[in-house]
């Protein structure tokens, strides 16, 4: 049985994202699936919103997560950038995690350090 303290220690970020604890983009890659919250989060941990991926298609969500601009597929998140480059994931059932230009610059410095990779995981 993972217990939530076990369960914590798989959400990994970008090491980008700096020692402080702060705000970022966390991943927790299984075989299967890959789950995406946001550390902003302050409710009870068991109602936090989270979008998942199909480990399958994590490479492609890595390649969209850097070309935000590029096509959007029918299976894979879809990605928003605002005026003041926040960046919003909606997955297909309508969660949505909104992200600062600084949190995602993080993030995606992180994708291409190789940090979320299964092989990195």
Not at 61 to 66: V, Y
Not at 70 to 76: E, F, H, M, P, V
């Amino acid at each position: 049985m993972i217990t939530p303290d076990s369960a914590d220690r798989r959400w990994r970020k970008s090491s980008y994202s700096g020692s402080d604890g702060g705000a970022c983009v966390e991943v927790w890659i299984d075989s299967d699936t890959v789950r995406i919250r946001d550390s902003k989060f302050t409710g009870e941990s068991a109602k936090q919103p989270e979008i998942i991926v199909p480990a399958a298609r994590w490479a492609a969500f890595l390649d969209r997560a850097l070309d935000i601009t590029s096509t959007i597929a029918a299976d894979l998140p879809v990605f928003a950038r605002d005026d003041c480059n926040n960046v919003s994931i909606r997955d297909a059932c309508g969660v949505v995690l909104t992200y600062t230009a600084a949190e995602w610059a993080a993030f995606t410095a992180g994708i291409r350090g190789g940090e979320f990779t299964s092989a990195a995981a």
